[in-house]
T-cell receptor
Framework: AQKVTQAQTEISVVEKEDVTLDCVYE???????LFWYKQPPSGELVFLIR??????QNEISGRYSWNFQKSTSSFNFTITASQVVDSAVYFC???????????FGSGTKLNVKP | EAQVTQNPRYLITVTGKKLTVTCSQN?????MSWYRQDPGLGLRQIYY???????DKGDVPEGYKVSRKEKRNFPLILESPSPNQTSLYFC????????????FGEGSRLTVL
């Protein structure tokens, strides 16, 4: 069975702090894709990153970075020097290749205070 | 502009009154799907479609129907809505599974009284 767990329900930080959002997934398949989405207070869902299971290279995009570790089935997301605009709910998701279902975690709400 | 359009964005209805939430995409995507978002549960997949006339159940299909008669449209039908279907609904489309990310509509907030 496939499952995505985001154990952190809500995190509060002060602006300029670094923050890491955890994502742990479960699957027995060897080919799969992992995603992160952002849902700001306005409600839309914004794509942040897609990673396939054969690419464990970490990725950095500006203040955002992602750490993919197959050994621990984790795909964690770090925001460096957080800003108020980073306040949102963040979802991690799993998609199994050749199966057409997407599995989302329950989301982590990030509050960045000025 | 590439987009997924859902209508209505907000709807209040009563138990048992059939309703349809429309979804249309202009990206020529084969894959389309519906999700509901509930507090503490994240997004759960209701139905998905790999292409025209090809649909299948997601994790929470009970009480919902879908159809895919045209590539661009994927309506969600609630034949007899009940209060437990009060939720925020999202439609999404993408290239074939895994080839790209999901593009989401803006969401439809449904309240069933």
């Amino acid at each position: 069975a496939q499952k995505v767990t985001q154990a952190q329900t809500e995190i509060s930080v002060v602006e300029k702090e670094d923050v890491t959002l955890d994502c742990v997934y479960e699957t027995r398949d060897t080919t799969y894709y992992l995603f992160w989405y952002k849902q700001p207070p306005s409600g839309e869902l914004v794509f942040l990153i897609r990673r396939n299971s054969f690419d464990e290279q970490n990725e950095i995009s500006g203040r955002y970075s992602w750490n993919f570790q197959k050994s621990t089935s984790s795909f964690n997301f770090t925001i460096t020097a957080s800003q108020v605009v980073d306040s949102a709910v963040y979802f991690c998701a799993l998609n199994i290749y050749n199966f057409n279902k997407f599995y989302f975690g329950s989301g982590t709400k990030l509050n960045v205070k000025p | 502009e590439a987009q997924v359009t859902q209508n209505p964005r907000y709807l209040i209805t009563v138990t048992g009154k059939k309703l349809t939430v429309t979804c249309s995409q202009n990206m020529n995507h084969e894959y389309m799907s519906w999700y509901r978002q509930d507090p503490g549960l994240g997004l759960r997949q209701i139905y998905y479609s790999m292409n025209v006339e090809v649909t299948d159940k997601g994790d929470v299909p009970e009480g919902y129907k879908v159809s895919r008669k045209e590539k661009r449209n994927f309506p969600l039908i609630l034949e007899s809505p009940s209060p437990n279907q009060t939720s925020l609904y999202f439609c999404a489309s993408s290239l074939p599974t895994g080839a790209g990310e999901l593009f989401f509509g803006e969401g439809s907030r449904l309240t069933v009284l």
